[in-house]
């Protein structure tokens, strides 16, 4: 089985809907994020939690909440998607101390219309 | 101009070939890291590295701090090595800047 898991894998939406995306490990790691990767961009940082009370915007972080309902779950919500919020959406996990290497989830590409 | 910058962004190669893809930065950092994206998306960590040269299988991870400059080499290459790769630094405050990526191709 998969440390990091996402759901869903695909997703297509209207504009103005409300999405949420989840994440889930199995690795034990403390800290998570969520990023979002445009063709020709790199990897962008949206939010970050580093434990279960603790929350960090990222770079591109408006237009988008997350809760990070336990150490293992980590969401992602898109309060009024818009099509400017199409892209591959990845989930990560990390531990402190390891130079920060990350294990990313599958993904999840959403396509707002 | 970007923080972390990838050449080339593409690339197609012959079977067998000893490639190389590179990585400037122009920030300070604790690490860089290389990671493959393959073709149906998913993102795994190659290499990890603060400082000299790291070797696992057919590839190769130099890293330069003076010069802000890394190299991924992939030797004797192979239609599966056909990915995405990605540079990222590590800066303080324990966050990731990653480069746009270098599409590889091998053809057979």
């Known amino acids: 089985d998969a440390d990091v898991t996402q759901t869903p894998r695909n997703r297509i939406t209207k504009t103005g809907k409300r999405i949420m995306l989840e994440c889930s490990q199995t690795k034990g790691h403390d800290r998570m994020y969520w990023y979002r990767q445009d063709p020709g961009l790199g990897l962008r940082l949206i939010y970050y939690s580093f434990d279960v009370k603790d929350i960090n915007k990222g770079e591109i972080s408006d237009g988008y909440s997350v809760s990070r309902q336990a150490q293992a779950k980590f969401s992602l919500s898109l309060e009024s998607a818009i099509p400017n919020q199409t892209a591959l959406y990845f989930c990560?996990?990390?531990?402190?101390?390891?130079?920060?290497?990350?294990?990313f989830g599958p993904g999840t590409r959403l396509t707002v219309l | 101009k970007n923080e972390v910058e990838q050449s080339p962004q593409n690339l197609t190669a012959q079977e067998g070939e000893f490639i190389t893809i590179n990585c400037s930065y122009s920030?300070?950092?604790?690490?860089l890291h290389w990671l493959q994206q393959h073709p149906g998306g998913g993102i795994v960590s190659l290499f990890m590295l603060s400082s000299g040269k790291k070797k696992h299988g057919r590839l190769i991870a130099t890293i330069n701090i003076q010069e802000k400059h890394s190299s991924l080499h992939i030797t004797a290459s192979h239609p599966r090595d056909s990915a995405v790769y990605i540079c990222?630094?590590?800066?303080?405050?324990?966050?990731?800047?990653f480069g746009e990526g270098t599409q590889l191709t091998v053809n057979p």
């Open positions: 990222a630094v590590l800066r303080s405050g324990s966050r990731l800047t």
């Open positions: 990560a996990t990390s531990e402190p101390g390891s130079n920060n290497e990350q294990f």
């Open positions: 920030v300070g950092i604790s690490a």
